[in-house]
């Protein structure tokens, strides 16, 4: 199955996590354990992407980095694996780092914020060269918590270097996802 046969699946996936919490406007309680598991799919810039990911709480963050940032907001260790297709190749792509999660007004959406240093395994392609393995994630995105247990996702991602190699082009991608908190 390529990639492009998998994104249809995400999508339909999202579509069965809307059930009638949707419609009844009815508020969630958050997932108290702090743990969380999904899948995400992107796509922008001649690549898509497949991940699998992980959240988990980070006490060391809440107790010495939310202090210093507004109100209201956890703070949790992502851990993804990834899979980018590009026109002519693909990579596997490792991402560890803190994400930020604010409750937003509207009942049962809230914005998430992150960076995360990236290894790629393939980091040059037949019209891109990032200019090395090493790289950084940052994304911006909302979220929508349809029940207890599940919550589908947007987010605007960019990758690149920071500079930190003589090339730096850089990839933004547009993912949705899909989680459920355990």
Not at 51 to 77: N, Q, S
Not at 103 to 121: A, D, K, M, V
Not at 138 to 145: E, P
Not at 156 to 173: E, F, K, R
């Amino acid at each position: 199955m390529t990639l492009q046969g998998i994104q249809p699946i995400l999508f339909a996936l999202l579509t069965v996590a809307m059930d009638p919490a949707w419609a009844a406007g009815k508020n969630v309680e958050a997932n108290t354990s702090g743990y969380e598991a999904g899948v995400r799919t992107a796509a922008g810039e001649s690549v898509n992407t497949a991940e699998f990911y992980v959240r988990r709480p980070a006490p060391l963050l809440e107790e010495y980095v939310l202090p210093y940032l507004p109100a209201g907001g956890t703070a949790r260790w992502e851990t993804a694996l990834s899979y980018w297709s590009g026109d002519n190749d693909h990579a596997v792509v490792f991402a560890l780092g803190p994400t930020l999660e604010y409750p937003l007004p509207w009942t049962n959406w809230g914005l998430t914020l992150g960076i995360q240093p990236t290894l790629f395994s393939n980091y040059e392609s037949d019209n891109r060269n990032l200019g090395g393995p090493f790289e950084f994630t940052s994304h911006i995105g909302v979220r929508w918590q349809s029940n207890p247990d599940w919550y589908i996702g947007a987010r605007m991602q960019h990758t690149s270097n920071a500079g930190i190699y003589d090339s730096n082009p850089g990839v933004d991608l547009l993912a949705v996802e899909i989680g459920s908190g355990f």
